[in-house]
């Protein structure tokens, strides 16, 4: 990671605020470390809350530290950090890790073990709610476990790191499957504050929290009423499901985010059950939280390719049959669904986590993985750094859309994507609208580096580029080549009108369905054809400028980077989209030093686990959006004036009376 003097921690349930409520003037300690115009973090991981397999500070000491942990591992630096868990409850007591991790000192405890004992600075003294459970199966409430447990762990890391933690949720969501979902208000490590607001919306909207009472006064009466215990499953279940995303609208509109992730794992939406979604349900989602719902999450997962399934745990069930160089099919596949979303101009931006649970075969300090990485060492979430960069810095640039994903370093946190049209020295970034005459020319810029290592464990050649005569050491990550794709943008189809609701299929059927036609990859730039400079780290400093012409027609041009060529066998096809990761898995591992975890078909190990995840590398880069002068105004530009417009009325009037007359104000309003 690049280094930093002060860094931020992020929970996916909370943020410190700067423009929303609760914000304080403890909550603003970070400083911009210069020449990192981005910041790396992770937005969904696991600890034994609830299903993970170490403790909650565990997963933070090796996400965020530097060197080597004490008990054994590399931690991985990361700048800001959100911590996780499913809704629900729990019965272990995750102070502690599970015996699973194999971490000296750590067994599985339960909390009937520790019921009235101080651990860590922290006292439960009862399990709140709705009895559930009796014995080692008493279990804690999701709600409190944020409360009482993890936000105090993450007070109490602020100050050991000096970087902003925050308290985050993966929403077991009502007649789908999961999301990430953060709720900053009343959070700040440094001030203490607290993460009742996030505890609030998991007891609320969790379909696997059926506590019934929740936190009560001291008359013991309720004190969060009104709760719906009922509707969890599908179609109602999705109706309950947006009555969360309009109440975190309503409520916490700059505070707060709901990101689906691994949508298509459990195959296409069921009517009647739990699983993914459709189309029309991440249209529903930004109809109803503009501010709040404007994007979809990678997998995670990333180590658990084998040869009977692709990584990010996606079966041959799920929509597409797996993955696709490391993505869902709804973001790797060119006319897909985020094309769709993107088709109709809207603020649907992609982001990648790790969703770290365990290592699989090995324990937590191991170097190897069959399971998950843990943040940081794997997956990068790069949002904008600034000035007094802070928890709400991370929510604001994951909403604008200028923010990249990046698995294996294959690029670092110096991204460089933008356009401007031919006489204009305005240029415009990912997220952001360019507005130019029909038949302008469009200069579109990139600049990128290639560190000179990553946090492979292996240094033999990649055997998926051997097939094509290339040797690249895995920890050292290479580029081959950049996509910009590009498409039309039509205009957004409104509820009840053709093309709004499609039907979907799971398995490899559903990877043919296409939502944009117009979607295409417009521009392919080789790296070899690219500027490239050596830096004094061993990293490469790569650029390449190219041109498109406007029309009348709106369009968008993305990008992503890989290190496979074109056409190389079992891994891209002849356009170079990549092809079902289970496909990698025909090639075999040779090298000596090729690890004896991988799978094995005739006694020849093949490209599988860890192996295949550093061996295939990829990076996504959002959209930048171009409109012609006089059109109407894209939605992701009336979503944007939105958040300003609620920006400008939050600090007007939280100044106005914190301040009492209007120079005071004048001066805040505009001080971001």
Not at 237 to 262: C, D, F, R
Not at 363 to 372: E, I, K, M, V
Not at 376 to 393: H, I, M
Not at 641 to 663: T, V
Request: aromatic share 10%.
């Amino acid at each position: 990671m690049v280094p930093s003097s002060k860094k931020i921690l992020l929970t996916a349930a909370s943020v410190s605020l700067a423009l929303t409520q609760g914000a304080t003037a403890d909550e603003r300690f970070g400083e911009k470390h210069r020449g990192n115009p981005y910041v790396a973090g992770d937005m969904h991981n696991h600890n034994t809350c609830t299903d993970g397999s170490v403790a909650a500070g565990y997963s933070i000491d090796r996400s965020v530290g530097t060197g080597t942990a004490a008990a054994g591992g590399n931690n991985f630096n990361l700048d800001w950090f959100t911590l996780g868990n499913h809704g629900g409850s729990g019965n272990r007591d995750c102070r502690f890790s599970d015996t699973s991790a194999n971490i000296p000192g750590d067994t599985t405890t339960t909390w009937n073990q520790t019921l009235g004992q101080t651990i860590d600075g922290i006292t439960i003294t009862s399990l709140k709610g709705t009895p559930n459970g009796t014995g080692s199966s008493a279990a804690m409430w999701r709600w409190q476990s944020i409360k009482e447990v993890e936000y105090p762990i993450i007070v109490n890391r602020t100050s050991m790191y000096d970087k902003v933690l925050v308290e985050g949720l993966e929403w077991i969501v009502p007649g789908h499957e999961h999301t990430d979902v953060a709720v900053i208000s009343g959070q700040n490590p440094r001030g203490y504050g607290n993460a009742d607001k996030m505890a609030e919306y998991e007891f609320r909207f969790d379909r696997a929290d059926t506590d019934a009472i929740g936190p009560v006064d001291a008359s013991n009466n309720q004190i969060w009423t009104g709760k719906d215990n009922v509707n969890n499953s599908g179609t109602a279940g999705h109706g309950k499901a947006v009555a969360g995303i309009q109440w975190l609208q309503a409520n916490y509109p700059l505070t707060s985010y709901a990101i689906p992730t691994h949508t298509e794992r459990q195959g296409p939406f069921n009517a009647s059950g739990t699983a993914g979604y459709n189309i029309e349900h991440f249209r529903d989602f930004n109809n109803a939280g503009p501010t709040v719902a404007f994007g979809i999450e990678s997998p995670g997962h990333m180590a658990q390719g084998s040869k009977s399934g692709g990584s990010g745990s996606y079966g041959s069930g799920a929509v597409g049959g797996g993955t696709y160089g490391m993505a869902g099919i709804y973001t790797a596949k060119v006319g897909g669904l985020w094309d769709g979303m993107l088709g109709e101009g809207r603020n649907t931006f992609v982001y990648v986590s790790s969703d770290w649970h365990n290592r699989g075969a090995f324990g937590a300090r191991d170097a190897a993985t069959t399971g998950d990485f843990i943040p940081g060492e794997y997956t990068k979430l790069y949002v904008p750094n600034k000035d007094d960069f802070r928890a709400q810095s991370i929510i604001d640039g994951m909403r604008s859309g200028n923010s990249y994903s990046v698995n294996g370093d294959i690029i670092g946190p110096d991204l460089k994507f933008r356009a401007k049209g031919e006489w204009d020295f305005d240029w415009k970034t990912m997220g952001e609208t360019l507005e130019v005459y029909p038949g302008e020319k469009i200069v579109v810029e990139m600049q990128l580096t290639i560190p000179a290592k990553n946090n492979s464990p292996y240094s033999f050649n990649n055997p998926l580029l051997a097939q094509v005569g290339i040797n690249q050491p895995l920890n050292k990550p290479s580029l081959d080549h950049v996509d910009l794709i590009t498409s039309d943008i039509t205009g957004v189809i409104q509820p009840g009108a053709p093309g709004y609701a499609v039907a979907n299929a799971a398995g490899t059927a559903g990877a043919a369905i296409v939502y944009n036609t117009s979607a295409k990859i417009a521009k392919q730039i080789n790296a070899t054809k690219m500027k490239s400079e050596k830096q004094k780290d061993g990293s490469v400093r790569l650029s390449f400028t190219t041109t498109f012409t406007a029309t009348r027609t709106p369009f968008y041009i993305r990008a992503r980077g890989t290190n496979i060529p074109v056409a190389t066998p079992n891994v891209t096809d002849s356009a170079g989209n990549p092809l079902l990761d289970l496909n990698n898995a025909n090639v075999s591992c040779t090298d000596a030093a090729c690890p004896a975890h991988l799978d094995v078909v005739n006694g020849v190990k093949k490209v599988t686990y860890d192996v295949q995840a550093y061996s295939n590398l990829w990076f996504y880069a959002n959209p930048i959006f171009v409109r012609p002068f006089g059109t109407p105004k894209l939605l992701v530009e009336k979503n944007a004036e939105l958040a300003r417009k609620l920006a400008f009325e939050h600090n007007h009037w939280n100044n106005w009376d914190h301040w009492g007359h209007w120079g005071h104000w004048g001066h805040w309003a505009w001080n971001d």
